[in-house]
C-alpha cells in the first residue's frame, strides 16, 4: 500500500503525522508579491484542483469500484453527486489516515481510515463539511495559496498576472502544498453550519456532526492516538463544535441524546 502524499482533514486535523513539509524559505516574500499580482478566476481554481487531484489519484491507493469502501460510499452519496449547484464527484483512498479533502473541481476524496470509524450519519456530516467548503469558494483560496507555493518554489512566473502551466514536478508541489493548507477558524465554522443545514435539509440525523465532532475530540486525547494532539492544534476545538452542533440541534428540536460516544472497537466498514 502507498503511503499517502500529505494529509489534511478540513474537519479538524491539519496535516498528517506523514505529512511532508514544504521549507519556502526566501521564496515567502515572492509567493505575497506574486499573490497580489496574480489574476486568478473560478476557471482557475477548478483547472488546478483537477490537475492536483488528478496526481493524488494517480500516486495514491484508490478503491476500486466493487471494493466495500467505494460501495459504501457510493450508497451514501449517490443522490448527492450534483448537490447545491455543484458537480461531485467521490473516491475512497485506501489508507489509514483519519481524513478527508474537497477540491474546487467538485473532487471529493475520503481516507478509509475514516470510513473505519465513523457511522454512515458521521460520515454524511462530515463529506457535507466538505462540500461546505467548496460551496463557500475556500477551496479556491487554497489553490491559489498552493498555486503560488509551487511556482516560487521554482522561480517560474511568480510574479505573473496569469496563471501559468505547470509541469509535472510543479503539480505534485502544487498538490502537497494544496493539502497542507489550513482553513481559516471562520471558514471552518461556516464550514460546519453548512453541514448542519445539508443534514438537516435532507432529513439526515443531525445529531450525527455531533458524534463525528465528539469522536476527532477522542482522537485529540495523548493516549487515543499519538501525535493526534499536535494534528488538532491548529484547528478549532473538535469538543466546542460538538456543543456548537448540539444547540443547534436543541433549538431546532432535532436533539437526540446519543450518549456515551466512543471509538469503535472494530472497523464499520468491512
Not at 432529513?203 to 488538532?232: E, H, I, P, R
Request: net charge positive.
Amino acid at each position: 500500500m502507498k503511503k499517502i502524499i500529505v494529509c489534511l482533514i478540513c474537519i479538524g486535523a491539519a496535516h498528517s503525522l506523514h505529512a511532508q513539509k514544504i521549507n519556502l524559505g526566501k521564496a515567502a516574500d515572492v509567493v505575497s508579491k506574486g499573490a497580489k499580482a496574480l489574476t486568478f478566476t473560478n476557471e482557475d481554481a477548478i483547472k488546478l484542483s483537477k490537475e492536483s487531484v488528478d496526481y493524488m489519484d494517480k500516486n495514491n491507493p484508490v478503491a476500486g469500484p466493487k471494493d466495500p469502501y467505494t460501495i459504501r460510499l457510493n450508497k451514501l452519496f449517490a443522490k448527492h453527486k450534483s448537490q447545491d449547484g455543484l458537480n461531485l464527484n467521490y473516491k475512497v483512498y485506501k489508507v489509514k489516515d483519519i481524513n478527508a479533502f474537497a477540491c474546487a473541481d467538485g473532487s471529493v476524496r475520503v481516507f478509509s481510515g475514516l470510513m473505519d470509524i465513523m457511522t454512515d450519519n458521521e460520515l454524511l456530516a462530515v463529506i457535507g463539511h466538505e462540500i461546505g467548503h467548496v460551496k463557500n469558494q475556500d477551496t479556491k483560496d487554497a489553490i491559489k495559496s498552493a498555486y503560488m507555493k509551487a511556482v516560487a518554489l521554482d522561480a517560474a512566473s511568480s510574479a505573473s498576472s496569469t496563471v501559468a502551466t505547470l509541469n509535472n514536478s510543479q503539480v505534485g508541489k502544487m498538490a502537497n502544498a494544496f493539502l497542507e493548507a489550513s482553513h481559516s477558524k471562520k471558514q471552518e465554522s461556516e464550514a460546519d453550519t453548512y453541514s448542519y443545514d445539508f443534514m438537516k435539509a435532507n432529513k439526515y440525523d443531525v445529531v450525527g456532526a455531533y458524534t463525528a465532532f465528539k469522536k476527532l475530540a477522542l482522537l485529540s486525547q495523548g493516549s487515543a492516538q499519538s501525535g493526534f494532539q499536535k494534528m488538532f492544534n491548529s484547528h478549532p476545538d473538535s469538543e466546542k463544535r460538538a456543543q456548537a452542533i448540539k444547540k443547534k440541534a436543541e433549538k431546532d428540536g432535532l436533539w437526540k441524546d446519543p450518549g456515551t460516544v466512543t471509538l469503535p472497537a472494530a472497523k464499520l466498514t468491512k
